[in-house]
């Protein structure tokens, strides 16, 4: 670490002239070793602290260790602890060295000084030099028997440090035993807590590979050690209270006595003034109550209270912890916090991070009841001089619109939002005008009205001239100056730098046309030449397209570009309910703050204690499960692990931040659909295949693939291995290598449709043809499905993600395979065996 | 729970302290954490929240007198056991120190590094109470001389409001002795209130908020019992049977929507008679936090103005009004508001003799600002500006302008009328008598009026 610029006060820093200041000190330091002068100890204290500063700012001073070990012979503790300090930093890069200081610290570990065996102890236990561990054995075999508390939780505390540098010693020492016993009877309440969190994290990491291990870990969850902990719990300082609350979450009572029980005893933790305390009880009392329903909204009751008293008494940093979680509960069970919406009203001087998670609460609270109050106080908010803050403000507002379902009075405010006449109020106003109408259409006139008088020229941010574009095209029938404002901006084509306003350019003036042929049509061809010589690709193949479809016939690119309007009934931004429970799961963990299950942002060694979640957790949350559908029950984990993937892409479709897609349909499917149709005009048989009469997606698909790179002859020969199996984590890590070698769209039956009330359905029928389930997840309209089946006789996997929505009837399979020139025949058969989905 | 690494920064960036205890984050954390919180987003007005994750690193932050008190860790730990533990890291040190601020903390950094070794062991919170310490911690902190101190938590401002109280005991340190050798026997208990009201454009209460503590600081040798009796028409908790307390409509009896408790707090007699007994540990911590929603009388009543006054003029009057008793004296109040955008100018014109009262007009972001040394109860003060635009606007001026918030600390005043009856130290002889004191404040959280 390269040393910070230091202040004028600290005259060390730059390493050229620090590094004679280290020659100097090491010499000094040299001179006062072996002197016994009076006043020695204050000299040396001056030094030692010269030398810890440096550490601290990143200077090097390892070359003084010896000098520094020569030095430690003292009776002066504040020296020693000095130089303790000092050891503890660099021993690890001087293993030769240490060896130096090992005779000292097993001195000091036998004084009679409690205080210096602690501190020797803990020193020696953390050098964290492998070839050194066989000098810890007596020292902490000693120190775990102490007759000084101090000495003893060092020791234990310790016992982990030699586990982390080497578990076999540790292990054959026997030390686990030895704390357990220590963790049962030992009468300092902070011996036993560091017992626990020592335990804890060496059975957690042994578990991996020691039967012994696994049930050891599992006993700390024994019934009598729970009762044991919590019957005391108040004999222990707050972090180790947390530290038993977290142990605590993962018991399984035995009925519900049992968890009133625990809840009686936990009652007054709620009262306690540290917000960790708090909300690891809240934790406790979520998931005991989890299967009883009335309780369960009992407690959400009962800890609202507190959690507000936590956001308004801490620093804005411990409100943020809060809030956080807060926002979880709100977000599960909005009608509980129905009438509290006044406690999430931002205040003028909190830090962006608050207000904008108190938006996001506003937002779900926001019901039948409080709307009106709360859009009244969100559009104080978009007056604001933040103009972060006001923006978000607006996009709350039209969120609440979409949820609602009389948004007469709400569409008033945000079309007043435009009479603002502020730049960026326009701006997400016409954003969220634009979503509103492609949801509720029936608010077209109202909004329409007063768009059309929006000047086109003070709307500089893309994303609001892309909606402004749209409208001007959906609506075009509906203002009267459409065609001259999409002419205005079409003759600018050259300067409008954004990819995704050309884009909707070229649609609006297609459907703007159709509606407005003789006004539009001057128009349309300068912005299909412009198009056709634009160099983004997207725009380029998107304009060739609209050319060549309406030099075929106009008619067929009307239904393409034009079709008629249809309601969005539910935008794609939101986060599964997996995912939502996941995050539930964790509660009183970063993934809350995140808002991300933990695998997203840990590695499994760091899960820390969701480890256990993970394997007890998971199957007493979800109690149906069947016998046959194991596999996808089992490795709901990993399901979710992979079900994210997609989870975000979903998100960056959302509504706040629309990107490329096109709203020409009005499916959440749109960007595909219009992908396909730019593949289809890239294809050299498009004309012979459109000649069809019937010109629906399912043909441009054919189409597509027609062109699909590396044509194979396609037999549809390929048998699959019907007792094909693969570990749900293989798959895992070869869904993450592979490429897509393959991604299309097919129409489900609607007797498949009908068929699938249940995911478990059509895991079932698959698997009759040899294809199966990996993962599922989702509930009516989205499912979604990860398949696996392996080639007969060859082991050539085929991995696939299928998403159905059963509202639109459309199956997207994305297909990751070994051998990627057979991804084509398995897509065949994939298809098929979907076909027969629902058939007799 | 772990945590892996624990350092302070300065405001600059330096490191202060550093104290890897688990060696599982890669070097460079510092750099990596303060050029993620100095350059969070383009946009300058968001700052870097408390919590987030670069590489699978998780950094926690409190800001503490302009100090980042940071903790990382690779684990998914509680994030509020990590904020929580980093402010009780800041209060144990500036028990210590008397003064917290970079300067006492560079002078003491070894003393600190002592703490940290004590606090946390291999990432796990081992203690954070000072009075455990005290037995652990054997450096003399290096104390900074009272004069170089600036007011930087709530105590402080008593050494502004009344004369009697002793303005360096809040800054004492714990340990350190008095220069006469002898420690002076005093516990402060302080009721520190702050209040958040909003006022609609029409006056009347939007919402209202009293967030308090009763905050103690024992001096007190041999660690004696104390029992601190309340109001005893206090009731807590009003949200489930409001429909039937007909008494928070009356305005007699304090009504707290909730509240919890110091560890050290019993509460065995608290239904019965309002008393909290506790035998306080060494150093500053809140006996109890609570929020009360009930009505109140707001200190200060806002009037505002903003009037077109011709084509490129507007005229803006804030009037205020303070509505406590006469005996009771506001300080340091200013007065904020955010004029349209296209102000160019702004002059002021103060009312006759008015003195300590300042106004400015801030370019930049557009803020008019006035500043009062005090306000005696039932005064009125009004502050009239004309601002000058640089273009003509359309629409309604009122939009552009505002909301005019408040801040202000008001000693010995305290508006939920919460009160502490009487301190009671378990005596040890008749001859002792150490000094209590019981000292009331009010102050503005979030004090906004529209406009």
């Known amino acids: 670490m390269p040393p910070p610029a230091a202040s004028s006060r600290y005259p060390s820093p730059s390493q050229p002239s620090g590094k004679s200041e280290v020659t100097d000190l090491k010499s000094q330091l040299r001179q006062l070793a072996g002197s016994r002068a009076p006043g020695v100890d204050d000299s040396k204290r001056d030094l030692f602290k010269k030398v810890i500063s440096y550490m601290t700012i990143g200077i090097d001073v390892s070359s003084v260790f010896g000098e520094m070990v020569m030095c430690s012979a ?120 560091n017992c626990l969190a020592a335990l804890q994290e060496i059975w957690s990491l042994e578990a991996s590979h020691s039967e012994e291990a696994c049930r050891e870990k599992e006993s700390l969850l024994s019934k009598p050690l729970i009762y044991y902990f919590l019957n005391r719990i108040k004999e222990f300082n707050e972090w180790a209270q947390c530290l038993i609350l977290e142990l605590a979450v993962k018991y399984v009572p035995s009925d519900s006595n049992d968890i009133f029980d625990i809840m009686n005893l936990l009652e007054d933790r709620l009262q306690h003034a540290n917000g960790a305390v708090v909300l690891a009880t809240v934790k406790v009392f979520l998931q005991l109550t989890l299967s009883m329903t009335d309780v369960h909204q009992q407690v959400y009751e009962r800890i609202k209270s507190p959690l507000l008293t936590l956001v308004s008494s801490g620093s804005p940093e411990q409100s943020y912890a809060i809030l956080s979680h807060l926002h979880l509960l709100v977000v599960r069970a909005p009608f509980i916090f129905a009438s509290d919406y006044k406690h999430f009203y931002c205040q003028y001087n909190e830090p962006s991070y608050v207000k904008k998670l108190k938006l996001e609460m506003l937002t779900a609270i926001a019901n039948e009841s409080n709307t009106y109050e709360i859009v009244t106080e969100l559009c104080e908010y978009a007056a604001n001089v933040d103009i972060e803050i006001a923006r978000e403000s607006i996009r709350a507002v039209g969120k609440i619109a979409l949820q609602q379902y009389d948004v007469n009075a709400i569409v008033d405010r945000l079309l007043q939002f435009l009479e603002m006449e502020k730049d960026y109020v326009t701006a997400e106003t016409l954003v969220l005008v634009k979503d509103l109408l492609r949801k509720h259409p029936q608010w077209s006139h109202d909004c329409i009205s007063v768009v059309g008088g929006i000047s086109s020229k003070n ?114 931004d939101t986060q599964s309910s997996e995912i939502k429970d996941r995050i539930f ?169 009908a068929a699938l009330t249940v995911p478990q359905s059509l895991i079932k029928h698959m698997q009759s043809h040899s294809i199966h389930c990996i993962a599922s997840g989702g509930q009516s309209p989205n499912f979604k499905f990860f398949f696996f089946a392996q080639k007969e006789a060859e082991p050539l996997d085929y991995l696939t993600e299928c998403i159905i929505n059963s509202s639109s009837a459309k199956a997207q399979i994305k297909v990751k395979a070994d051998e990627q020139s057979t991804s084509q025949a398995f897509a065949t058969v994939f298809e098929t065996a979907l076909s027969k989905f629902g058939m007799p | 729970m772990m945590i892996s690494q624990f350092f302070v920064l300065s405001q600059r960036g330096d490191n202060i302290v550093f104290r890897d205890y688990r060696a599982e984050v890669p070097k460079g954390s510092t750099e990596t954490f303060f050029r993620k919180v100095k350059f969070w987003k383009e946009d300058a007005n968001a700052e870097a929240p408390p919590i987030f994750n670069v590489d699978g690193v998780n950094y926690f932050h409190v800001k503490v007198v302009g100090l980042y008190f940071v903790a990382t860790t690779r684990v998914n730990v509680s994030p509020s056991l990590v904020l929580e533990l980093l402010q009780r890291i800041a209060r144990v040190i500036k028990d210590y120190l008397g003064v917290l601020n970079e300067d006492s903390f560079r002078k003491n950094f070894v003393l600190v590094y002592e703490l940290l070794d004590e606090v946390i062991d291999f990432g796990y919170v081992q203690t954070t109470s000072t009075e455990v310490l005290k037995s652990y911690v054997f450096n003399e902190p290096i104390v900074i001389a009272p004069a170089r101190l600036q007011p930087i938590d709530p105590a402080a401002i008593f050494t502004q409001g009344a004369k009697r109280m002793p303005g360096t005991a809040v800054t004492k340190s714990v340990v350190a002795n008095d220069p006469s050798g002898r420690r002076r026997e005093e516990i402060f208990v302080d009721i520190i209130e702050k209040i958040s009201v909003t006022f609609s454009s029409s006056g009347y209460i939007l919402t209202s908020e009293i967030d308090g503590t009763i905050q103690m600081k024992s001096y007190l040798s041999g660690n004696p019992e104390i029992r601190i009796a309340l109001n005893e028409d206090l009731n807590i908790g009003r949200g489930g049977r409001s429909v039937y307390d007909y008494r928070s409509s009356s305005g007699s009896g304090v009504i707290l929507d909730d509240c919890n408790f110091h560890e050290s707090v019993r509460l065995d007699s608290f239904d019965s008679d309002r008393t909290l007994s506790l035998v306080p540990p060494d150093g500053e911590f809140p006996v109890m936090n609570y929020r009360m929603t009930q009505e109140f009388k707001p200190p200060f009543h806002v009037n505002t103005l903003i009037e077109e006054a011709g084509r490129l003029k507007a005229e803006v009057i804030i009037k205020i009004r303070a509505e406590f008793p006469s005996d009771i004296i506001a300080n340091t109040i200013t007065v904020q508001m955010p004029l349209p955008n296209f102000t160019s100018r702004a002059s002021f014109e103060l009312e006759p003799g008015a003195a300590g009262q300042k106004s400015d007009f801030k370019e930049t972001n557009k803020m008019l600002e006035w500043s009062l040394k005090k306000i005696v109860g039932g005064a009125e003060h009004t502050l009239r500006a004309k601002l000058t635009f640089s273009q003509e606007f359309h629409g309604n001026i009122t939009k552009e302008a505002g909301p005019v918030s408040m801040t202000f600390t008001i000693p010995m005043y305290n508006v939920s009328k919460l009160q502490v009856k009487y301190l009671q130290i378990a005596k040890k002889s008749s001859s002792y008598n150490p000094y209590r004191w019981v000292r009331y404040v009010t102050q503005a959280n979030s004090y906004v009026a529209r406009i």
Request: glycine share 4%; hydrophobic share 40%.
């Open chain 1, 74 to 193: 003292t009776s002066d503790i504040v020296l020693k602890k000095m130089c303790y300090l000092y050891v503890g930093n660099y021993a690890k890069g001087n293993p030769d060295l240490s060896l130096l200081t090992i005779n000292f610290l097993q001195r000091d570990c036998k004084d009679e000084d409690p205080m210096i065996r602690g501190l020797a102890l803990r020193s020696l236990c953390s050098l964290r030099v492998p070839n050194l561990v066989e000098y810890l054995l007596g020292p902490l075999g000693s120190g775990l028997k102490d007759n000084n508390s101090y000495v003893r939780t060092i020791a234990v505390t310790g016992v982990l440090k030699l586990y982390h540098i080497s578990a076999s010693t540790c292990i054959d020492a026997e030390f686990p035993a030895t704390l357990k016993s220590l963790m049962l009877h030992d009468s300092d309440a902070q011996v036993v807590a």
């Open chain 1, 459 to 572: 709307i500089q941010e893309p994303k609001a001239k892309a909606a402004l574009i749209w409208m001007l095209g959906e609506y075009a029938q509906d203002m009267s100056d459409a065609p001259y404002i999409l002419e205005n901006l079409i003759e600018n084509w050259e300067e409008e730098h954004s990819a995704e306003v050309r884009l909707h350019l070229l649609t609006a003036a297609m459907k703007c046309f159709f509606k407005r042929a003789p006004e539009t049509q001057k128009a349309l061809g300068i912005a299909l030449a412009a198009g056709i010589a634009d160099f983004h690709q997207d725009v380029h193949d998107r304009a060739l397209f609209y050319y060549r479809v309406l030099q075929y016939d106009v008619h067929v690119a009307e239904r393409v570009v034009s079709p008629p309007q249809q309601a969005v009934s539910a935008f794609a």
């Open chain 1, 585 to 753: 799961d964790e509660f009183n963990s970063l993934s809350v703050i995140y808002q991300k299950p933990s695998y997203i942002f840990t590695d499994k060694e760091h899960r820390g204690p969701f480890e256990f979640s993970d394997e007890l957790g998971s199957t007493s949350i979800t109690p149906e499960v069947s016998s046959d559908i194991v596999p996808a029950q089992q490795f709901e984990a990993n399901d979710k692990d992979l079900l994210l993937s997609t989870d975000e892409k979903d998100d960056n479709k959302g509504l706040s931040s629309n990107n490329g897609s096109a709203y020409t349909a009005p499916y959440e499917s749109s960007n595909i659909s219009s992908q396909m149709q730019e593949l289809a005009i890239s294809g050299p048989a498009a004309s012979a295949t459109t000649t069809q009469s019937s010109f629906d997606f399912d043909d441009l698909l054919g189409l597509g693939l027609s062109t699909a790179p590396a044509p194979t002859p396609s037999p549809p020969l390929l048998k699959l291995n019907a007792r094909a199996a693969l570990d749900p984590r293989a798959f895992q890590q070869k869904w993450r290598q592979l490429p897509i070698s393959l991604s299309q769209e097919y129409s489900v039956n609607p007797q498949g449709i």
